[in-house]
């Protein structure tokens, strides 16, 4: 008998163990067709909104249900949608909504929840949406920037300092990801993080002498989880990562030095992004050390592609050898991997040989997986990884110079500083041995890198007394 009591309550614990969460939505609007499918996205799954996995299914009595796998636990946040962000929930006036949160126990349970308004379906109209963006210093690029490594088209934002127009200076870039909620409430899918605000408060404050050009590059929601990670997930996609960084490398950044006043070296070009975009700037800056030297990681979704990842740290130490500034900052109730995770990944870089100093690692106990805790954030993170060794300068002073694509495989080119005629140009390997000297006389001159082993390799170019050195990856 009491052998039959213990494998009783073996039994019992290995059920309880695997307790499912099952969500039902009891009242939805009126006006949602009778064919929607309804999709739960949240910190579980990526944030995807259309993910087949956790779509709800029609009861008889007109309730939705979705049973969430048993390996989901701990405290989630989330939101319903018709399989887009354009759809997602609203409120009862049509006005975005927080997250939803809930924390999934050891047993089972039935959570009854109800949708009040489909953003794109509101019952109650809201007024037109008045932009948020600062004007005139917040400009589209291109509605339909091209993208050759995706074969696809994107919308590409800038950010221009208030003084871009009268300083002749040249300045860093950050890159951001999901351009949608970088600067404008009326194009975010749940709410703006109000960099441009944040910037330019930081300028007028004198907390920010500098100054910085922003780029933004929207998702297209579809595909966002497939560019953002270089890894499949066999659940939720992605593998594109590698495509959508070359793009980023290769024909956005070479555009975007091209036609701004840019400080193109590595320590003045950052990239960032929360949650998947966290994951991809991270990779970003791992593979491209010669191209980023600053990486902003907010609430990165390391979990997406966690073995993946941690081998890919191990493998890829060779990037270490150029300082690189992380910064990463997370709720410490996000879920249950997201702050082991993210030290986990620290550790990984310190192991690797990044200076414990180029490192910033944060959590926030009030910290959520939302719009508004990463636009608190972001000035901080800018701050700290901007603040030292980057330095604004005049068309005289220390100067930069474009160098695309780059990696690059066959021919390199380069873009001289403004004002310069000509240079000399001078391609050394990482022990110091000159590998191809030449004497450039065009603005924009075109090089052959065919017979360079692949490798690291420093650019540099003389012009009288004045001196500038690029980074650029041979493949």
């Not at 970003?284 to 997406?304: C, E």
């Not at 719009?371 to 990884?385: G, H, I, N, S, T």
């Not at 490798?455 to 170019?461: E, F, K, Q, S």
């Amino acid at each position: 008998m009491r052998f039959s009591f213990i494998v009783a309550a073996l039994v019992a614990a290995s059920a309880t163990a695997q307790a499912q969460t099952t969500f039902r939505l009891t009242s939805v609007p009126a006006a949602t067709p009778a064919n929607a499918t309804l999709y739960m996205a949240g910190s579980f799954n990526g944030w995807n909104p259309g993910s087949a996995a956790h779509s709800f299914t029609r009861q008889p009595d007109g309730t939705y249900s979705l049973t969430l796998p048993a390996s989901v636990t701990g405290t989630i946040e989330f939101k319903f949608t018709r399989g887009a962000w354009a759809s997602v929930e609203t409120d009862a006036q049509n006005q975005d909504i927080s997250n939803r949160r809930y924390t999934i126990g050891s047993a089972p349970a039935t959570v009854d929840v109800q949708v009040a308004n489909w953003k794109d379906l509101g019952g109650t109209a809201p007024p037109p949406c008045q932009s948020t963006a600062l004007q005139p210093q917040v400009q589209v690029i291109s509605t339909a920037f091209q993208m050759p490594q995706l074969g696809r088209t994107r919308r590409v934002w800038v950010y221009l300092p208030a003084d871009y127009a009268s300083s002749g200076r040249r300045y860093p870039v950050l890159y951001l990801h999901d351009g949608q909620n970088v600067f404008d409430q009326c194009t975010s899918f749940s709410g703006e993080w109000g960099v441009d605000e944040a910037l330019s408060q930081l300028q007028q404050q004198g907390q920010d002498p500098i100054g910085c050009v922003v780029v933004a590059i929207d998702n297209d929601g579809a595909q966002r989880l497939n560019e953002y990670s270089p890894w499949n997930n066999p659940q939720y996609g992605g593998g594109q990562g590698d495509q959508y960084v070359e793009f980023l490398v290769q024909t956005l950044k070479p555009y975007i030095d091209a036609h701004y006043r840019t400080l193109p070296d590595r320590l003045n070009t950052g990239i960032g992004g929360s949650s998947m975009g966290g994951l991809i700037s991270l990779y970003t800056a791992l593979k491209y050390p010669a191209v980023f030297g600053r990486a902003a990681i907010f609430s990165p979704a390391f979990w997406f592609a966690e073995a993946d990842l941690k081998n890919y740290l191990h493998q890829h130490r060779a990037a270490a050898a150029q300082p690189t500034r992380f910064y990463f900052v997370a709720g410490a109730q996000e879920s249950q991997t997201m702050v082991p995770l993210m030290a986990a990944v620290r550790d990984s870089l310190q192991r690797a040989g990044y200076a414990a100093t180029d490192l910033s690692y944060q959590t926030r106990t009030d910290g959520q997986h939302a719009e508004w805790f990463w636009r608190r954030e972001f000035p901080a993170a800018y701050q700290w990884l901007f603040r030292t060794g980057v330095t604004a300068t005049t068309p005289s002073a220390k100067v930069g110079f474009s160098l695309f694509p780059n990696p690059a495989a066959h021919t390199l080119r380069v873009l001289l500083p403004s004002g310069w005629v000509q240079a000399k140009l001078e391609i050394s390997d990482s022990t110091g041995r000159v590998w191809l000297r030449r004497t450039l006389r065009q603005a924009d001159s075109t090089i052959g890198v065919a017979d360079l082993r692949a490798g690291a390799y420093t650019v540099r170019l003389k012009h009288g007394t004045s001196s500038a050195v690029q980074h650029f990856i041979k493949q």
